[in-house]
C-alpha cells in the first residue's frame, strides 16, 4: 500500500550503481540515503533531528558529521565539509535543517507532490497535519491483510505497521508528519520516471 518492496530494491540497486559513478558530494549523500530505499532521506533528517539538542533546526559542521556517523553514511571528512560548505550558503557556520533536507530530497514535478499531498489529506482525517492510526480506521481497510485473515495480527497490529513503514527504522513514534510523508514519497517516485505512471500509482494505491 505504502510503496512496493519491488520499487525500494530497484531504486537501491539503481543508487548503488550511481554512486560508484558519481563525484558531486550531494549527489553522493543523496544516493547513499536512496540505496536504503524511500525510507532512507526521512531516516537520515530523523538521526539529525535527534542531534538538533536546543531546536534550533540548524547544525553545525559538528553536528552534521555526528549524524552522517550516526546513521552509518560512509563519507570522508573532506567530502563532508564539501556538502556543508554547499549548504552553508552565508558561511555562518550553521545549515538550515529544513532547506537541507528541501535540496536533498529528489526533485518532484508539481504533479508528483500534488498528488502526494491529496493521498496525506485523504489520510489525515482529523486534519491536525499528523496521521495516526486513529486517522487511519475507515480509510484503511485491514480486511485483505493475510495477517488478519488468518488472525494473527490485530487490527491495531496492521495499522501500526503500516504507520512504521513511514517512519525511520530507528524511531517509530506511531505517527506521520507531512514532511514525513512527502520524505517518503520522494524515495518512491525517484525509482519511477514518468509522472502519469507515479500518479496512477498514488491514485490506485489510494483510491483518489
Known sequence: MAGTSRHDREMAINAKK??????DPVERLRLQCLTRGSAGIKGLSRAFRIMDDDNSRTLDLKEFI???NDYGVLMEKDE???VFQQFDKDGSGQIDFDEFLLTLRPAMSNARKEVIMQAFRKLD??????ITIEDLRGVYNVKHHPKYQNGEWTEEQIFRKFLDSFDSPNDKDGQV???EFLNYYAGV????DTDIYFIIMMKNAWKL
Do not use: F, N, P, R
Open 125 to 130: 482525517k482529523t486534519g491536525d497535519g499528523v
Open 80 to 82: 563532508a565539509i564539501a
Open 18 to 23: 550511481q554512486l560508484s559513478e558519481c563525484s
Open 177 to 179: 508528519t507531512k514532511e
Open 189 to 192: 517516485s525517484a525509482s519511477i
Open 66 to 68: 555526528k549524524g552522517l
